[in-house]
């Protein structure tokens, strides 16, 4: 019976494990994607058309400020508009959090589980030590009672 519950523990915490891992890889995809846009140069339309313009990265561009022309300054920031890069990195908040108590918590119960087990098979090894001793001091008695 005792065997059953832990290894529906082991499972458990596997699956905490494995969602946390996985709230964690999109955290991180959508840190990826909004690094990009914002270190990456871009273009404010389709790029098989001349009329598309050249944008510089928002993060790193020359100067103090961006040297976008007043028209292509709008072109450029409705492409990459701000408070849709600030809720998508909102979004990745709780994603990152939650994921990181999810993994934390599945594979430190792992690893209790396993230190348990190791301290368990120690301890019936000790057991089973103490045991073989007692038993052979009684039989060497024995044998010392019996010979006189």
Do not use: N
């Not at 007043?70 to 920031?77: E, N, P, Q, S, V």
């Not at 908040?93 to 690893?111: C, D, E, M």
Request: proline share 3%.
């Amino acid at each position: 019976m005792g065997e059953y519950f832990e290894q529906e523990f082991a499972a458990g915490a596997q699956k905490r494990r494995s969602w946390g891992g996985v709230l964690l890889f999109a955290a991180g995809v959508i840190w990826v994607v909004l690094a990009y846009q914002l270190m990456a140069p871009f273009s404010d339309g389709d790029d098989r058309y001349s009329s598309s313009r050249k944008c510089q990265s928002m993060l790193f561009y020359e100067g103090d400020a961006p040297t976008w022309s007043d028209g292509t300054w709008d072109d450029c920031r409705a492409e990459r508009r701000w408070p849709e890069m600030l809720g998508w990195l909102g979004l990745s908040v709780p994603l990152s959090v939650a994921g990181a108590v999810l993994y934390t918590s599945g594979a430190t119960s792992l690893r209790m589980r396993e230190y348990m087990a190791e301290h368990r098979i120690a301890a019936e090894k000790a057991a089973a030590a103490k045991d073989l001793a007692e038993k052979r001091v009684s039989a060497e008695k024995r044998d010392s009672t019996g010979k006189d």
